[in-house]
């Protein structure tokens, strides 16, 4: 079965950095969109970044020059490095697999898109 787990969360002052992994498992990695989200308390679950089966990324506005987002079709691992933190990126942060359909770019960056989730990895960003 397919299985997402996340990991390198944690608690960082603002202006920092943190670089989030997920180890996929039970499916064929390399055929399918993968993507970043996150969520914070009392708010909606929104795209970060995807990317597609080749690697190819889409970023969410606030995402872009301060986010990067790695698909190791080798490692079965999707990475995402976060720089320059702000207050407002402390979130619960999930990655999930798209494998409704074959991962050709562009990816979408929208929840709803995606059928099997992570537990999700906590940020946290103070002042």
């Known amino acids: 079965q397919v299985q997402l787990v996340e990991s390198g969360g944690g608690s960082v002052q603002a202006g920092g950095s943190l670089r989030l992994s997920c180890a996929a498992s039970?499916?064929?990695?390399?055929?399918?969109?993968m993507g970043w989200f996150r969520q914070a308390p009392g708010k909606e679950r929104e795209g970060v970044a995807a990317a597609a089966r080749d690697g190819r990324a889409v970023y969410a506005d606030f995402a872009k020059g301060r986010f990067t987002i790695s698909k190791d079709n080798a490692k079965n691992t999707l990475s995402l490095q976060m720089n320059s933190l702000k207050p407002e990126d402390t979130a619960m942060y999930y990655c999930?697999?798209?494998?409704?359909?074959?991962?050709?770019?562009?990816?979408?960056?929208?929840?709803?898109?995606?059928?099997?989730w992570g537990q999700g990895t906590q940020v946290t960003v103070s002042s």
């Open positions: 039970g499916y064929t990695y390399s055929r399918y969109s």
């Open positions: 999930a697999v798209r494998t409704s359909t074959d991962g050709w770019f562009p990816p979408p960056i929208t929840a709803s898109s995606y059928n099997y």
